[in-house]
Nanobody, 125 residues
């Protein structure tokens, strides 16, 4: 197992910001693709952003590009998702996941073998 612990969710008004954190346990962080996904009530899961930890390369979904940023703190084995200019449509359960194959940053969920428990983000109008 690769435990992933998310934090930083909560409730904000439209236009506000949150920073989500995903902390790894173990020694696999340095060679991982770490992704954030979300699922809103009644909707399918969608990819949000990912980062390839060895070089910091990122991939950001078009739906959030320009508003969300993904980054990392290698020393802390932590990946951050900065959510800015939040909209009610961003309300969802957000999940951190990792693909340990040594792949580039991507958002294909079938290759993410380990998932966190999820953290709720609620944006009110």
């Amino acid at each position: 197992q690769v435990p992933l612990v998310e934090s930083g969710g909560g409730s904000v008004q439209a236009g506000g910001s949150l920073r989500l954190s995903c902390v790894f346990s173990g020694n696999t962080y340095s060679r991982a693709c770490v992704g954030w996904f979300r699922q809103a009530p009644g909707k399918e899961r969608e990819g949000v952003a990912s980062i390839y930890t060895p070089d910091g390369g990122t991939y950001i979904a078009s739906s959030v590009r320009g508003r969300f940023t993904i980054s990392q703190d290698k020393a802390a084995n932590t990946v951050y998702l900065q959510l800015n200019s939040l909209e009610p449509e961003d309300t969802a359960m957000y999940y951190c996941a990792t693909d340990l194959r040594g792949s580039w940053a991507h958002l294909d969920p079938k290759y993410f073998g380990y998932w966190g428990q999820g953290i709720l983000v609620t944006v009110s109008s």
